[in-house]
DNA sequence: CGTAATGTTACCAGAATAGTAATCTTTATC
DNA sequence: GATAAAGATTACTATTCTGGTAACATTACG
């Protein structure tokens, strides 16, 4: 269906939420998890991974919990998607040329290059800063 | 990775291949399998496929072969793309919102709307006439 | 030390992918 | 009509990917 892993969309969920508290604020993963809905033993690597990728900044041990690493305005979808979908490229030959020996001539790839280079400009352009100004139903905000 | 599959790219080989002849010509399946690096056995399922959506025109039989359906110009690299990947949809909610609770109040669906519309308005631009008349080495036009 | 939190690793079942192969149907031609 | 050349259809396999679970390790506070 050519759609983004059930990772990546979990991930977002957890960026949403912390970009709707207030800036700085921090939680715990298993808070995120139950109030997101995401499987309480999966949201570990996730959110160990946006770490290590600079979105979150975690703190360890009792009292601990996550935050944003930066403020939500800076954190872009696209930067959440290609931590968990490597960089953006939507045919093979797109990332790596070489792959393909027809590649040298093939004009099919030209245009899966401007198609990757159109999606990730969109997903650059949607920060978490405005994604979580948008939410209209409080109740989502608890 | 987050790229089409396989099948997808052969089938845009296919077309291309067809776009380089003479307008209405038939080739052989066979023959294109062995031109554009497709496993033989392959190609008949893709031929299948593109043939029941409209794009190619098959004949059976000695002598026959398989042909595009209509002019180049009016076959988009969406259509052969959805052929195989079903219909462009980057995110599980935006085909079928339903199956996530979130959907309601998520602004991130919203994100995901969007970027599948530019994403599909860019690849029903590009038209196989276009990418025939791109090519310049010669030689890929046998 | 005990407890609460994240970090890391290993594991598993099921689905999807890429590819192979065999068999059936149609049809031009001799 | 026999034959052979083509596409149509179906079944199968091996490998990888995915979504998910579980267990254990590490850190820090009090
Ligand atoms: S045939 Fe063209 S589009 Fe397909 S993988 Fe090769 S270079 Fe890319
Ligand atoms: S959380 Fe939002 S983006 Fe993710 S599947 Fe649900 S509605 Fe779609």
Do not use: K
Not at 26 to 32: E, L, Q
Not at 93 to 101: E, G, H, M, N
Not at 110 to 137: C, K, M, P, S
Request: aromatic residues 4%; proline residues 6%.
């Amino acid at each position: 269906m050519f759609t983004i892993g059930r990772n990546t969309d979990y991930a977002s969920r957890i960026v949403l939420h912390l970009a709707c508290l207030e800036p700085g604020a921090r939680v715990t993963a298993a808070d995120i998890a139950s109030r997101r809905l995401i499987p309480s033993a999966f949201i570990r690597r996730i959110v160990s991974r946006l770490s290590a990728v600079g979105v979150l900044a975690t703190v360890r041990g009792s009292g601990g919990g996550i935050a944003l690493a930066r403020p939500a305005a800076q954190i872009t979808l696209r930067e959440v998607v290609e931590a968990f979908e490597g960089p953006l490229s939507l045919n093979v030959c797109v990332a790596s040329p070489a792959i393909c020996p027809l590649s040298v001539t093939c004009p099919v790839q030209q245009a899966w290059v401007g198609a990757t280079q159109h999606l990730a400009a969109f997903l650059t352009g949607v920060t978490f800063g405005d994604l979580a100004r948008e939410i209209r139903d409080p109740q989502s905000v608890p």
